[in-house]
């Protein structure tokens, strides 16, 4: 990847878009064909485990990106649409709480230039100081109680969120 990208960065940046198109839309086949996976286990698709797949989905999804803002065209709009949708399809199918959380933050790139007409709000001071704020409310002050309807509904986890506040209590 790196002489790729030193070398020939546009033709590496088209073939890997390319690439990461053709096995996001298999394991979408593998995913109508098998909604539950192909163990009895663990939910394995084509790609990988159930909760794995949302940083695959984005890397493709930027790819494309990236390729697009060199040589847009509308069949190349129209993959990267659709390469949005089926992995926004997918990562809801699985339902893991992190590829949802992932995949809103990859939906957040898309949005912020639409909004970002207040340079004032949308900085990296202000998104810093929102994470900071929402790590100490869910580790320090168990934030996590007063929103269990989205955990529970949207999110699909526990209070714990899968046990992750249990260990960083325990790390404190």
């Known amino acids: 990847i790196e002489l790729c990208l030193y070398k020939r960065t546009r033709l590496f940046i088209d073939a890997f878009s390319t690439v990461m198109s053709l096995l996001i839309i298999f394991n979408f086949i593998s995913i109508i064909i098998n909604p539950n996976g192909y163990t009895p286990y663990k939910e394995i698709y084509f ?86 704020v929402f790590f100490i409310l869910i580790v320090f002050f168990d934030i996590q109680y007063l929103i269990s309807d989205f955990i529970f509904v949207f999110l699909g986890k526990d209070l714990t969120l899968s046990g992750r506040t249990n260990i960083w209590n325990t790390a404190l």
């Open 47 to 132: 790609l990988r485990y159930a909760n794995q797949l949302g940083p695959i989905y984005i890397i493709g999804v930027i790819m494309i990106e990236l390729r697009n803002m060199n040589y847009s065209n509308l069949l190349r709009k129209l993959q990267l649409i659709l390469i949005v949708s089926i992995s926004t399809f997918m990562i809801i199918q699985v339902g893991s709480g992190s590829n949802i959380i992932a995949w809103i933050t990859m939906f957040l790139y898309y949005l912020i230039p639409y909004i970002r007409k207040n340079e004032k709000i949308f900085n990296i001071k202000t998104l810093l100081t929102v994470y900071v």
